[in-house]
């Protein structure tokens, strides 16, 4: 059960026979994909503990306090998975989370007839008498019908794909296709499973000879991007990938930690980058299948 701070931090004093248990900065590097969160906490607010004293995992109950002035208490973990799929800087926040969505009115129901009408069979059925009522059906999962009938993992060009979302993705295609000499063009996977509302999914890169694709992920403008819940939302989109014999590369920036394997972590897209990658790719596929493809 999420202890107070101010327990949790005495606590630890005692089980580490330590006046300071973890020195600043201890976590700083766990806490750096989270900007949004490190603007939101006030050590004042919490003892006077700095965030980087505190393990992401630790189930303390600590107080934030949002850009709107809105001060809310919540664990680390809470906090690190709360975003979802808002796109607003306050989505860290449980109260401006409640007024961007109001709850729904429910719909009026029909008043039950006086006494002295006609009841319905349903109302006076016998008490010894079981009345039946219709189960609710299960809503099921409607399927985006504009992806083609494909072999599972076969490429194609998707008329659901988005456009790219930065400049540097547009640089990082265009820089990929200059130094390998593979197809462009494709936008799409054809996946075994749904993800989400299609059976594909779209990385930012595709390599279709080598069955490679790229993904460039960073924070943000706002620090919500491929953080909390969009994580989750980015394996279970390589794993269907994987599934339909693709591999994933992910090219992450922001002090953004590692989702796989093959991951590269990067400080900017540059030419040491791009040679990065082909290394990664030689450990994928193997020298002898990529360096034909080498311009």
């Excluded at 969009?230 to 591999?247: G, I, P, Q, S």
Aim: charged fraction near 25%; include cysteine; charge should be positive.
């Amino acid at each position: 059960m999420a202890e107070r701070i101010g327990l949790w931090w005495a606590r630890r004093q005692f089980s580490k026979s330590a006046e300071v248990p973890y020195a600043v900065g201890t976590y700083r590097e766990a806490w750096a994909p989270y900007p949004a969160l490190i603007r939101q906490y006030h050590p004042d607010l919490n003892s006077g503990i700095a965030l980087s004293q505190i393990p992401p995992a630790a189930d303390v109950l600590l107080l934030w306090q949002c850009e709107a002035g809105h001060t809310f208490a919540a664990t680390p973990d809470e906090q690190r998975h709360r975003p979802g799929r808002e796109r607003r800087r306050s989505a860290w926040c449980p109260e401006c989370i409640e007024l961007a969505r109001p709850p729904r009115a429910l719909p009026m129901r029909d008043v039950l007839p006086p006494t002295d009408t006609a009841v319905p069979a349903a109302i006076a059925a016998p008490v010894g008498r079981a009345v039946l009522r219709a189960r609710p059906t299960q809503r099921r999962q409607r399927l985006c019908p504009k992806t083609p009938d494909l072999p599972v993992g076969e490429p194609f060009v998707s008329s659901c794909a988005p456009p790219p979302a930065s400049a540097v993705e547009g640089r990082l295609r265009a820089d990929v296709f200059a130094r390998l000499a593979v197809t462009p063009g494709f936008t799409a996977v054809r996946l075994a499973r749904p993800f989400f509302d299609h059976l594909e999914a779209w990385p930012d890169i595709l390599l279709p000879e080598l069955r490679v694709a790229i993904e460039y992920d960073s924070i943000g403008r706002h620090g919500l991007e491929h953080v909390g819940g969009r994580a989750d939302a980015d394996r279970r989109k390589d794993r269907a990938l994987r599934a339909a014999r693709w591999e994933v590369i992910r090219i992450r920036t922001g002090k953004l930690e590692p989702l796989g394997p093959h991951d590269l972590r990067l400080s900017a897209w540059n030419r040491a980058g791009l040679d990065r990658l082909v290394d990664v790719l030689r450990d994928i596929r193997g020298p002898l299948m990529v360096d034909p493809y080498l311009r």
